[in-house]
């Protein structure tokens, strides 16, 4: 954690002279140092006007994003902040910079982990400067009607106490309640009081889920 705030201070603290700079010789678009930082300035309408500063992580043809910040060239707005426990994926779309977040959730076959996006961030830039608009989604996979009743099955076989398998369960109702699946966020919501209280890591990753699940009824 110590490192996370240093890191951040480090980067907010030089976001003034790098959005002076974003035309320089050593902020060009996509360099990327040996150790995984990475600075990258996007052209959004003919411009150098988006910044991406922070670390990412190459798999493949797969670029992950995280512990970065978002600026605006010729302006010292901060225009986000991502954790290092906030992985993203960025891409450009015509005049659109586009961030995915990346959520860990059991969205795989046989329930699996996987990344998934259900949260997206969209960038313009318009005569008053940059803008986003935060929209959901709408192209993940969803469960099947096979895979939520399979989901109900595990429920019922939860015990109470601070075990992991109640957070993995939980993550199931909160992806078959984002499925579309009414009875899903009325289980999902007797977790903690029927199966807790948490403590440590279990409390953690129940705060978590609890956080995407807040998010998507907040937006849905």
């Not at 954690?1 to 240093?6: E, G, K, V």
């Amino acid at each position: 954690m110590r490192y996370l705030i240093a890191t951040l201070f480090f980067i907010c603290s030089c976001v003034q002279t790098w959005a002076q700079n974003c035309d320089s010789s050593w902020l060009k678009l996509d360099q990327k140092a040996t150790d995984g930082s990475v600075n990258r300035v996007f052209n959004i309408g003919g411009k150098d006007r988006l910044v991406v500063n922070g670390w990412c992580e190459v798999d493949k043809n797969d670029t992950v994003y995280s512990e970065f910040v978002l600026f605006e060239c010729g302006s010292e707005r901060n225009l986000g902040e991502w954790s290092a426990l906030d992985p993203s994926r960025i891409r450009q779309l015509r005049d659109t910079l586009i961030v995915e977040d990346l959520d860990w959730l059991p969205v795989g076959k046989d329930f699996k982990y996987e990344y998934v996006t259900l949260f997206v961030n969209k960038y313009y830039c318009g005569k008053e400067g940059a803008k986003v608009i935060k929209t959901l989604s709408n192209s993940y996979r969803k469960y099947t009607r096979a895979q939520i009743e399979h989901v109900y099955k595990e429920y019922s076989m939860l015990t109470k106490g601070n075990f992991e398998r109640n957070i993995e369960v939980a993550d199931m109702l909160l992806w078959a309640y984002v499925s579309g699946d009414a009875k899903a966020e009325e289980y999902f919501r007797t977790i903690e009081s029927k199966f807790g209280p948490f403590d440590g890591a279990i409390a953690e990753s129940w705060h978590d889920a609890l956080a995407i699940f807040e998010r998507y009824k907040a937006m849905n």
